[in-house]
């Protein structure tokens, strides 16, 4: 299969080795591993800019389908020397006096922001980061974008009971590329090559036509023959006279 495919992918979702797998599968399909900002993703798809992408949920679903992939674990981020710095793990209780940075591109959703709101909101998790690093307050993440800005000036350890993040695979509703779209699908989701869903099988009637079609050259030429009962006969062999006593 030849052609080409572009994934887009947000900060901090590792698409390494689904491309690996895809240049296993479809050697000649080239395939585009394309970073972009949170709040651009769903939008590059829309724009056919990238054929899909690996994004948060919730988000901006508008004309896109969404396959939910796994769920990402919530971390708060704090300087190495801070009081949470013996902490294995944290409530939104224990926040409840410290100032929590929630940048612009934040994607947790919060039915109430714990702790005490900071003077103004980071335009980036990366902004954030750099302030947390400075000593002012602590920031609250999933995972995945707390080891993408590792510092060794900082820790981050789960938060039990905060919001969680999905990374989901979204394409159009519409899509021009169905095929490879299964293949892709197939492969975020660890099936086998042999499992990945290809193209749709003919309909019945179609194969029952083919099928017709290779079996009548087959029929004609028994019919030039003749049937077996037209075709020369041996001549019997006669039997030999019996010797008198």
Known sequence: MTGSFTLAYVPGVTPGKWARVWQERLPETELTLVQVPVAEAAAKVRAGEADAALLRLPGDREDLHAIPLY?????????KDHEFAA????????????????????????????GQP?????????????????GAGVL????SLARLHH???????????APQSRVALSF????ENPELIEHMIGIVRGRTANSTRGPAAEPAQKQTQKQ??????K?????????????????AKRAKPRRGR
């Open 219 to 235: 029929q004609a030429s028994q019919q030039r023959r003749g049937p077996a009962s037209q075709q020369k006969k041996q001549p």
């Open 151 to 161: 510092r060794k000036d900082l820790k981050h350890v789960p938060l039990s009971d």
């Open 71 to 79: 769920t990402e674990t919530t971390v708060v981020v704090f300087p």
């Open 172 to 175: 159009p509703i519409r899509d």
């Open 118 to 134: 900071p003077v103004e909101r980071p335009e980036t998790t990366a902004d954030a980061i750099a302030v947390v690093a400075a």
């Open 87 to 114: 902490a294995e793990e944290l409530s939104l209780e224990d926040l409840a006096e410290q100032v929590l940075w929630q940048p612009l591109d934040d994607t947790l959703v919060w039915d109430e922001v714990p």
């Open 140 to 143: 609250v993440v999933p995972q």
């Open 212 to 217: 017709a079609q290779k079996q009548a050259p």
